[in-house]
């Protein structure tokens, strides 16, 4: 994962986090265009 290495290893939990983070909400997103048909 990025940003991973730049951490120590005690705080690597926080990075992890919000790449799940962003990695959900990219799947809600395609989750709600493929719902409405591609329609802008």
Not at 20 to 25: L, N
């Amino acid at each position: 994962m990025i940003g991973t290495g730049i951490v120590p290893q005690d705080c690597f939990g926080i990075p992890e986090r919000f790449s799940v983070i962003a990695a959900t909400g990219f799947n809600a997103v395609l989750g709600i265009y493929l719902f409405k048909g591609f329609e802008i």
